[in-house]
């Protein structure tokens, strides 16, 4: 069995076009006055063409929209994608195919399209529950629309998970608290909850710098925000299964366990990112940024991507390191040892006596004491790499 099979295989379509963006986000998104889906839908038939004959023989889990704002796309392009994964590869019984959705961009008819295209989850970007705070983050829909957004998602698929972003301007522990409550009465079976980071390249890291994004919570306040989080999640039945992604049992992201699980998926579209083993080798694909020549690139070169890099056993092992210890269910010892060609060392004990880490069962994960600080404790754990 080779080393991706551990995770499984994915497809992640990146639609790159959004009505505005975001100060917060540093997504590769694009505001375009017109879109030609027409030019899009061949690009995307072409490419999913092509990899498929690099990895024919697999069996699809998981398909994945996202964006960009993926509610933008025509249903006829979703299903002509959709029509063309299903000739290309032999997909799993229980599939997973979600497409990422903004309120302003829900309409139920649309949604009704987007089912009898395949698409079987939807992940609504709602992040917040208060107007004020949707017009800080440079939103544009209300409240209101977001909840009749979500009553129309959730009437028309089984599942449906949605985002809120915490740490806001402004707000305390306990306001968030109050949100967070009202947000668990109305999901489904998933949410996503990121705490705010301010990114460089951004209109939020711009006004940062200059001193005029005011009202941050204090790191101290953030954190209490986060154990509130885990406290009324773990109470609502959703518990954490990865750093900021909250689930019933069984209603995992699938698509992103692949990732998190070191699997194998391909990434088509603009900016879109892939790790696929082939002869045996697992190689890092990326795309250019920019969607026009990202089209350019399928119709000039017959494929999208830039230069492919080989993935040495070592990096593999350190990326398997990195996205595992971001789940709750951790890395297997015996599968890095392997990737690495040696024993997997782990000489910060203290790591495991002051219970950030543990090991059981063949397998190391973060405690939920260690969850906090994850990232230093990855960069305690590679240097024994």
């Not at 689930?247 to 990434?267: C, K, M, P, T, V």
């Not at 070169?301 to 996205?323: K, W």
């Not at 000489?347 to 006596?353: F, V």
């Amino acid at each position: 069995m080779e080393d991706w099979q551990n995770g499984g295989f994915g497809l992640y379509i990146h639609w790159p076009f959004c009505q505005a963006k975001c100060p917060y986000c540093d997504f590769n998104s694009h505001v375009a006055a017109t879109i030609d889906q027409s030019a899009w839908e061949r690009a995307y038939l072409s490419e999913i063409e092509r990899v498929s004959r690099e990895t024919s023989g697999r069996v699809l889990n998981t398909v994945f929209f996202g964006g960009g704002t993926p509610s933008l796309m025509d249903p006829e392009l979703v299903n002509a994608i959709l029509s063309k994964v299903r000739d290309c590869w032999t997909l799993a019984n229980d599939i997973e195919i979600t497409l990422e959705a903004n309120p302003t961009s829900v309409e139920a008819g649309r949604f009704h399209g987007y089912r009898d295209a395949g698409v079987n989850r939807v992940s609504m970007g709602i992040q917040s529950l208060h107007d004020e705070d949707l017009k800080r983050l440079g939103r544009l829909h209300s409240v209101s629309e977001a909840r009749k957004a979500f009553d129309i998602a959730r009437n028309t698929f089984d599942r449906v998970s949605f985002d809120l972003i915490y740490a806001r301007q402004g707000q305390t522990p306990e306001a968030w608290r109050a949100e967070l409550r009202e947000a668990l009465s109305m999901a489904v079976d998933h949410l996503s909850l990121y705490q705010l980071t301010i990114e460089q390249g951004t209109a939020f890291g711009d006004r940062y710098d200059r001193g005029l994004l005011r009202g941050l919570p204090s790191d101290d306040s953030a954190a209490d925000m986060y154990f509130v989080t885990q406290e009324e999640c773990e109470k609502a039945g959703m518990p954490a299964y990865e750093v900021s992604n909250h689930a019933q049992n069984g209603s995992e992201s699938r698509h992103n366990l692949i990732y998190w699980r070191y699997g194998d998926y391909a990434g088509i579209g603009p900016g879109a990112h892939g790790r696929l083993t082939l002869a045996g080798q697992k190689y890092a694909i990326d795309t250019p940024l920019a969607p026009s020549q990202w089209l350019k690139f399928v119709d000039q070169n017959d494929h999208g991507e830039n230069p492919r890099e080989a993935v040495s056993g070592y990096d593999q092992a350190i990326e398997y390191l990195m996205m595992g210890l971001r789940i709750t269910e951790g890395i297997e010892i015996a599968r890095i040892s392997t990737l690495l060609d040696q024993d997997f060392p782990i000489e910060n004990k203290y790591l495991i006596e002051d219970e950030f880490i543990k090991i059981e069962n063949g397998r190391l994960s973060v405690t939920q004491k260690g969850r906090p600080v994850l990232n230093a404790i990855i960069r305690d754990l590679i240097p024994d790499l």
